[in-house]
Every structure is written in structure tokens, then in C-alpha cells.
């Protein structure tokens, strides 16, 4: 039986809190805020969406960065397996568009109960974690080599861990021992709920790498003063292209929304994900209003609306091709007369009309900010983290699980899922690293 300590009570935090204790771990979880798992309930909109329903070689093909430092703790704990996990705990669990999971119930607090079940036998302590307790480890000895080695050509040799982490400084001041030490204190997306950024100050004190932090699957500023007019507005079924320096570099179909700040939505979260430094590129994204017609079906489509409607002025032709926060704005971007009938419009007109519905342009100029991302892309290094167990190979009984990693993916269940993936494989492999200490 090993001593536990994990820092953070998040998704992957008690995710893990609650398989160790079933390997028959000591679990005391270090929490700094009142509520733990506060950042679930707002996940999904309120919903949660736990996981997506898809084989681990499909669920890789959605991860952004890093996505073979997934293989092993993926493969030994998939989506399946997070849903029979969760249905086991009495959740009841539905399947929606683009194998997205959600609780019936479509209350993420249901999730939040689950997790907090699951855990309920590890200790929860109510303060924040300051400082890694690390000792320094004597250096290994080194071995007579069984082949003389060729002194031309000399082997590197890869150093080891020179630390072990033993426990926790409290921002109490309290210390806090333990044979394991799990950081998941997730990333530093949506504040409010808790996330500070303290997993990544941690991990620096043993010496890990950090790849820059920055917002992901986060909604897209635009000074385009049309996203403002229709803000509030939700188009369902349209293709939303990205363009870097003018060359696509994403493309979807799906759900977006019009804001007071520029674009959001489904589609402008995973698009978001694409974009690089908004400092050396120029960004804008095209919407397909119609992506299921061809330009000449949609021509032929417009065609037989204004000739229904011969009679209405310009704005009032649209009623059935455009919702009605957007005819205005498509008449004003258009160019046309606002008086004039749709029997008066001519065959370059419809074109134009055409081309603007299948290309909506709307400038980037920036990326929302941390406090509304829904994910923090960068973190710790994967590749001083042993992809099999978790455990850093910095420190000795250090690990790391969840969105504190540089590992993220699409919306769509996905970055949940590595949550809970990742916190397993340490748990899992609590037994062999503890015996290696």
C-alpha cells in the first residue's frame, strides 16, 4: 500500500483519487478551493460531455498535440471503459450527434456526484499546494559495460532522475507526505472555477519543462461590426472554413454563434485550436451558409424564391434563405438597393448573392482569453513524463494527469476523456513504481 497525495480535485484529480483507493492506495487529495470538481459543471454548457463514443484508434485521430503520448493510457482505458465506469455509479448515459456523451439527465452536477462517489473513500483536504517537498538522490553507480565500448564512438549515457518528490508544502504551511505525488491541478482556463496555474509552478520546481500556455477551444475576436449585429444568432449546419495567410487550414460542419465580440460556437472552439502566432499570420474564416447546395443549385434555388416572392423589396426576397437577424446584414453587405423588387435583380446580382452566402468572410483578429477557454493548450512537457505510468522522469514519485499536460484535443468529449485516461494510468501503475522507490 503506497501513501497518496493528489493535488487538485478536478476530473482527473478525483478520477484518479478513486481508482488508487480501489488498488487499495492511502488517498488524501489536496483541494484549494470549497467546491471540488467545480470545473466540470460548467463543461458541456452545463451538461457535461463525459466522453465520446469512439475506439481509441478513432479517439487519437482528435487530439491536437501529442496524441502518441495517448496510446498506452488510452489503450488501457478507453471511452468504453469511462462509460461503463460511470454507469456503474448509476449515471445514465446517452450517445448524440458526433458520438458525443452526455448524462440523460444533461446536468453535468450528476458527473460532478459520480466522481465525488468514486472518491469518496480518499480524504479531501481543503488547502492549496505551495511548494514540491524533493530530495536529491545519490547518483547511480555505474556498471562495467558487458561490451567494451568503442572509444571512437562512445555510448550516451541517459541520466536519471535526480530528484524524489516526497510530499507537499500546504499553503497553509502544512506539510503533506506521501510516497506519490499526482499534479492535476488542470490548466489555467476558466479561473473562476478554481484554475490557477499552479500544477505548472510545481512541476518547474523539479526541474520539467513548460510549453506556453495559451487558450484553446476558446471563441474568436473579429472588429467586424456584422458579428456584432447579429450577435446571439446560432446557425446550425454550416461550414465554417479557417484560413491561415489564405491557405485553409480548417474546415467543418456544424453549430456556430454570432457574439458582440465576434464568432463562437462548436465550430469556432475546434477552429481556434488551428490557429498559430496571430503575430506572423493573418486569419479569417469563410461560413458556407448552405454548404448542402452547390453554387448552381443555390443560384437555381434563389431564382425560384424571387420568383415566388416578385414583389417583395431586397430584404424581404431573403425570408427564406437567411434567418431574420441576418437579412438586413446580407443586404447591407450585398450592395443592392434595399427597395429593390426581387423581380429587378439582375443575374450578376444573384451571383454575388451566391458567392456571399457560400463564402461569409469574417476577419480574426485575436483569440478569446483564458477566463472563457474551455481547455489551456501547452503545459508540461510529455516528453519528460513517462507516457505508460504518468511518472515524471525528473523526479521520482512525481506524476502528472489531465490538462496540466501539453497534450489537448477537439470539443467533443475528448479532453474529459484524457483526463480520466491519464489519471488511470497512474493509478494502475501505482503498484510497480512505488516497489521501484
Not at 565500448?149 to 497553509?172: F, I, Y
Not at 475546434?270 to 493573418?282: E, F, I, R, W
Not at 431564382?303 to 437567411?322: I, P, S, W
Not at 423588387?341 to 468572410?361: D, F, G, P, S, Y
Amino acid at each position: 500500500m503506497a501513501k497518496v497525495l493528489i493535488v487538485g480535485a478536478g476530473a482527473a484529480g478525483l478520477m484518479a483519487a478513486g481508482a488508487a483507493v480501489r488498488q487499495g492506495h492511502q488517498v488524501t487529495v489536496l483541494e484549494h478551493t470549497d467546491k471540488p470538481g467545480q470545473k466540470i459543471l460548467v463543461t458541456g454548457k452545463g451538461r457535461c460531455n463525459v466522453t465520446n463514443d469512439c475506439t481509441a484508434e478513432e479517439f487519437l485521430h482528435h487530439v491536437r498535440t501529442n496524441p502518441r503520448f495517448l496510446f498506452s493510457s488510452l489503450g488501457a482505458f478507453p471511452p468504453a471503459r469511462t462509460m461503463e465506469l460511470f454507469e456503474s455509479l448509476g449515471v445514465e448515459l446517452k450517445v448524440e450527434r458526433g458520438r458525443r456523451v452526455f448524462p440523460v439527465s444533461d446536468k453535468a452536477e450528476e458527473i460532478r456526484q459520480a466522481l465525488l462517489c468514486y472518491a469518496q473513500d480518499a480524504e479531501i483536504v481543503y488547502d492549496g499546494a505551495k511548494k514540491l517537498l524533493l530530495e536529491e538522490l545519490p547518483p547511480e553507480p555505474e556498471a562495467a559495460p558487458a561490451v567494451p565500448e568503442n572509444p571512437r564512438h562512445p555510448k550516451k549515457k541517459k541520466a536519471g532522475p535526480a530528484l524524489r518528490c516526497v510530499g507537499v508544502r500546504g499553503t497553509s504551511g502544512k506539510e503533506y507526505r506521501a510516497d506519490a505525488v499526482l499534479v492535476a491541478t488542470g490548466g489555467v482556463s476558466y479561473p473562476t472555477t478554481g484554475s490557477t496555474g499552479d500544477g505548472y509552478r510545481l512541476a518547474q520546481q523539479a526541474g520539467h519543462t513548460l510549453v506556453e500556455p495559451v487558450p484553446s477551444l476558446v471563441s474568436l475576436v473579429s472588429h467586424d461590426p456584422d458579428c456584432k449585429k447579429m450577435m446571439g444568432l446560432a446557425l446550425k449546419n454550416v461550414t465554417l472554413t479557417l484560413f491561415e495567410d489564405g491557405k485553409d487550414i480548417f474546415e467543418e460542419q456544424g453549430e456556430m454563434l454570432f457574439t458582440h465580440f465576434g464568432i463562437s460556437g462548436p465550430l469556432t472552439l475546434s477552429a481556434s485550436s488551428h490557429l498559430g502566432d496571430m503575430k506572423k499570420h493573418k486569419y479569417h474564416a469563410e461560413i458556407d451558409l448552405k454548404p448542402a447546395l452547390s453554387e448552381e443549385q443555390l443560384y437555381d434555388r434563389i431564382t425560384r424564391d424571387f420568383a415566388l416572392l416578385a414583389n417583395h423589396a431586397a430584404q424581404g426576397a431573403l425570408v427564406k434563405l437567411l434567418p431574420a437577424s441576418m437579412q438586413p446584414v446580407m443586404v447591407a453587405r450585398w450592395g443592392i438597393d434595399p427597395a429593390t423588387k426581387a423581380n429587378q435583380i439582375t443575374r450578376e446580382q444573384k451571383r454575388e448573392l451566391v458567392r456571399l452566402m457560400k463564402h461569409w468572410n469574417v476577419p480574426i483578429d485575436a483569440r478569446g482569453d483564458l477566463a472563457h477557454a474551455v481547455i489551456t493548450s501547452g503545459g508540461v512537457s510529455v516528453r519528460e513524463v513517462d507516457p505508460r505510468t504518468m511518472q515524471s522522469k525528473k523526479a521520482l514519485g512525481l506524476y502528472f494527469a489531465g490538462e496540466v499536460l501539453d497534450v489537448d484535443a477537439y470539443t467533443g468529449g475528448y479532453n474529459l476523456q484524457i483526463a480520466f485516461c491519464t489519471a488511470q494510468s497512474f493509478a494502475r501503475n501505482l503498484d510497480e513504481t512505488s516497489q521501484s522507490r
